[in-house]
């Protein structure tokens, strides 16, 4: 079993800065690709940017340059720095990783969300 808690979300002013954070817990051997995705409101699910375990990261068109992924592996955990803000970044984000438990299942497992909310 491994569960996921993130934090970090609330209300910023446009050009703001917010840290999320994602911490995983429970029956994990490692963790391969970290990812960060966010759901707008009358929007689907788009990915936001990665990680994988060797540090590669890879970023949504609309978010390179001011958002900023990086992974803690003695933590288990994923951080998304985001500066200049703007308010279509409101949103619920969401992390997600790729996990092996340590009886040996591979699965991909979900945060429960946490929004972000960027207006004056």
């Known amino acids: 079993q491994v569960q996921l808690v993130e934090s970090g979300g609330g209300l910023v002013q446009p050009g703001g800065s917010l840290r999320l954070s994602c911490a995983a817990s429970g029956s994990i051997f490692s963790i391969n690709v970290m990812r960060w995705h966010r759901q707008a409101p009358g929007k689907q699910r788009e990915l936001v940017a990665r990680i994988t375990s060797d540090g590669s990261t890879n970023y949504a068109d609309a978010v390179k340059g001011r958002f900023t992924i990086s992974r803690d592996n003695a933590k288990n955990t994923v951080y998304l720095q985001m500066n200049s803000l703007k308010p279509e970044d409101t949103a619920v984000y969401f992390c997600?990783?790729?996990?092996?438990?340590?009886?040996?299942?591979?699965?991909?497992?979900w945060g429960q969300g946490t929004l972000v909310t960027v207006s004056s």
């Open positions: 997600n990783l790729n996990v092996r438990t340590s009886y040996g299942r591979y699965l991909e497992v």
